[in-house]
C-alpha cells in the first residue's frame, strides 16, 4: 500500500521554527521527486518546495525561499521540511507528495504530483 505519513506540525509562534518529516512507505522512494505543498482555509494548494531523486537539488516558492529548506533521507524513506522565521501566512495544512514520473526532474505543478498524505496542520500565532 502506497502511503505518505506526515508528522511535526503545531502551534508555533511568529519567528519561530518546526520541522516536518514524511515517512514514505509501498514504493521505491528513492526513485522518485518529493515535494511540500500547503493549502490555507478558502485558498488553492500551493508548492511549497520540492527536492529531487538524488543530490539535494531543491527549489521552493516565491513565498518560502531562504526561510525554508527541503532534505531527505533516502535511508529512511523519509523527507524533510524545515521551516524558519514563520509568520501568520505560513498557517495552512502542509502536504507532502510524490511525484508520478518515476525517476523525473522536480516539479512546481501540482498535477505532476500523485500520491499525497494526509497533512499536518501548522499554525503560527502569538
Known amino acids: 500500500q502506497v502511503q505518505l505519513m506526515e508528522s511535526g506540525g503545531g502551534l508555533v509562534q511568529p519567528g519561530g521554527s518546526l520541522r516536518l518529516s514524511c515517512v514514505a512507505s509501498g514504493f521505491t522512494f528513492r526513485d522518485y521527486p518529493m515535494g511540500w505543498f500547503r493549502q490555507a482555509p478558502g485558498k488553492e494548494r500551493e508548492f511549497v518546495g520540492a527536492i529531487a531523486r538524488v543530490g539535494g537539488y531543491s527549489q521552493y516558492g516565491d513565498g518560502v525561499k531562504g526561510r525554508f529548506a527541503i532534505s531527505r533521507d533516502n535511508a529512511k524513506n523519509t523527507v524533510y521540511l524545515q521551516m524558519n522565521s514563520l509568520n501568520d501566512e505560513d498557517t495552512a495544512v502542509y502536504y507532502c507528495?510524490?511525484?508520478?514520473?518515476?525517476?523525473?526532474?522536480?516539479?512546481?505543478?501540482?498535477?505532476?504530483?500523485?500520491?499525497w498524505g494526509q497533512g499536518t496542520q501548522v499554525t503560527v500565532s502569538s
Open positions: 507528495a510524490a511525484q508520478s514520473r518515476r525517476w523525473g526532474g522536480t516539479s512546481r505543478q501540482l498535477a505532476d504530483y500523485d500520491t
